[in-house]
């Protein structure tokens, strides 16, 4: 694995970002959905 490249370090932290986003999303979706 090299994860000196600069391509491998982006992917990795788009990756992350969008995991981190998706999951947010979808508590506060689900803490709306049990308010109402």
């Keep these: ?13 788009i990756t992350l970002s969008v995991l981190i986003v998706g999951i947010s999303t979808i508590v506060v979706l689900h803490g709306k959905e049990s308010t109402r």
């Design 1 to 13: 694995m090299m994860i000196f490249r600069n391509r491998t370090n982006v992917a990795a932290l």
